[in-house]
């Protein structure tokens, strides 16, 4: 018995040391001025149809290239959409029919295929042209990129050069919420505690 569990022990650990890394699976970035001071961002993938927003890595990490991108603000894919785009002609009409403003696509990942085309998409969040270095994550599944990329973006006109990354005005994080409905509760039970001394 106890050499059974050991074999199956054994060919688990040399299944998951032989495991080849994840592939990116995120193929293009694009985005759209939203006209209120907010843009979106979509992230364009290679793994068909989609019903829901989907990932296993957290989020759109956006920040400076460069820098540590485990500290650039992380953006959640909300939404989606299917069949459009894919090849540099079919993001092209989505930039001439105004789904979107402009795209890049992840260099080593994109195939130019009309399959591959198929978006995730943020909330609106605050982003203004420049240089910007956009991740997923390495983790398994539809959002992945290999490494951190630099893109340029452009075509943005409500959101000032250089602006951002952050979330949309009026959007309060929700630790932040919770935070300040504490401190809020600890002044309501000081000025309690001063009224009955």
């Given at each position: 018995m106890n050499r059974k569990i050991t074999l199956i022990i054994t060919l688990m650990v040399a299944c998951f040391l032989s495991a080849a890394p994840a592939q990116a699976h995120l193929v293009a970035f694009a985005w759209k001025d939203n006209g209120n001071g907010t843009i979106s961002m979509f992230g364009e993938h290679w793994h068909g149809d989609q019903s829901a927003p989907s990932t296993a890595n957290g989020g759109v990490r956006i920040g400076i290239f460069g820098t540590d991108d485990t500290l650039w603000p992380v953006f959640q894919w909300t939404g989606f959409f299917n069949n459009q785009g894919g090849t540099t002609a079919g993001m092209d009409a989505m930039v001439t029919a105004g789904t979107i403003d402009g795209y890049?696509?992840?260099?080593?990942?994109?195939?130019?295929?009309?399959?591959?085309?198929?978006?995730?998409?943020?909330?609106?969040?605050?982003?203004?042209?420049?240089?910007?270095?956009?991740?997923?994550?390495?983790?398994?599944?539809?959002?992945?990129?290999?490494?951190?990329?630099?893109?340029?973006?452009?075509?943005?006109?409500?959101?000032?050069?250089?602006?951002?990354?952050?979330?949309?005005?009026?959007?309060?994080?929700?630790?932040?919420?919770?935070?300040?409905?504490?401190?809020?509760?600890l002044a309501f039970a000081g000025i309690r505690r001063k009224k009955r001394v």
């Open positions: 890049a696509t992840e260099p080593s990942n994109f195939s130019n295929s009309a399959s591959e085309d198929d978006w995730f998409t943020t909330d609106p969040l605050v982003l203004g042209n420049g240089t910007w270095g956009l991740f997923t994550g390495t983790n398994c599944c539809i959002d992945t990129m290999s490494a951190p990329r630099q893109f340029v973006i452009s075509g943005i006109s409500s959101v000032p050069e250089g602006t951002g990354p952050g979330q949309a005005n009026g959007v309060i994080p929700e630790p932040a919420t919770m935070s300040l409905l504490g401190s809020g509760l």
